[in-house]
């Protein structure tokens, strides 16, 4: 599935749709893009929408970032700066995927083998003065997701 996003508050929209269809078992989220490609505004969108009212920021320098809402646990890891999978082995990885936890990835090549397989990825390119996601499902639950957006 393709959409095209016009502007940052398109991008928003779709992290609040996206927000709105979440399954309340693990979730896993791969974004892809460039540096700038609305990758966090995206993730900012569907953490403010799960009911976070501060700020979202990227969690480039920290990895990740973790958000205790009402009814969901999320990470949102930022691997860009990781030099070497094996660094995720000391971040306790295995301790994040747990039930009705969201995460979302960004840079999630950067984490190889050591990554469990998303049930999403969203892929931000840019295209004219917007930008064109691709949502590709990898499991039932993101392929339900998918199929509820596209209505």
């Known amino acids: 599935m393709e959409i095209y996003l016009a502007d940052e508050s398109a991008t928003l929209e779709l ?9 309340k078992q693990l979730f896993i989220m791969h974004l892809e893009g460039d540096l700038g490609a609305g990758k966090t505004t995206l993730s900012r969108g569907l953490i403010q929408q799960l009911g976070h009212k501060g700020n979202v920021k990227s969690p480039t320098y920290t990895l990740v970032e973790r ?29 994040y995927f747990s039930e009705n936890t969201l995460c979302l990835i960004e840079w999630a090549k950067q984490g190889g083998d050591y990554l469990p397989e998303p049930d ?3 892929s931000l390119r840019y295209k004219n003065e917007g930008r064109l996601v691709t949502i590709s499902a990898h499991s039932s639950a993101g392929q339900i997701l998918c199929n509820t957006l596209n209505k």
């Open 67 to 95: 958000y205790d809402l009402t009814d969901k646990l999320v990470f949102h890891f930022d691997l860009y700066r990781l030099s070497d999978p094996e660094e995720l082995e000391f971040l306790g990885l295995d301790d």
């Open 120 to 122: 999403l990825t969203l």
């Open 15 to 23: 992290g609040k749709q996206l927000a709105q269809h979440c399954p």
